[in-house]
Nanobody, 122 residues
């Protein structure tokens, strides 16, 4: 499956952005989807995941209450709605697809998008 992330940009502290990730090539609804981010000089970290049906989501404490993850299987798209953004949210954000795992682990994801840059400034 090919993944195309979009929606990144520059935003001020406290602002909001919605990232999108559109899939093509395979049956999107078969895949659990995840979002990760990587800040300069840091490891890629988990930001959220959603099951293939969209019935369950998981977000880490670092973003819980500020970010939500959703998907529209009819549009082959997963979303990351980000709010109350902080400078530490600045990173390249990646979407990823897993055929078998609803997971927070990078190694469980089979396909990755190219990333979209989010910059949060004060």
């Amino acid at each position: 499956v090919q993944l195309q992330a979009s929606g990144g940009g520059s935003v001020q502290v406290g602002g909001s952005l919605r990232l999108s990730c559109t899939a093509s090539g395979r049956t999107f609804s078969n895949y659990h989807m995840g979002w990760f981010r990587q800040a300069p000089g840091k490891e890629r970290e988990f930001v959220g995941a959603i099951t293939s049906s969209g019935s369950s989501t998981y977000l880490p404490n670092s973003v819980k209450g500020r970010f939500t993850i959703s998907r529209d299987n009819a549009k082959n798209t997963v979303y990351l709605q980000m709010g109350s953004l902080k400078p530490e949210d600045t990173a390249v954000y990646y979407c990823a697809a897993s055929i078998s795992q609803f997971s927070l682990l990078r190694q469980d994801y089979n396909y990755w998008g190219q990333g979209t840059l989010v910059t949060v400034s004060s």
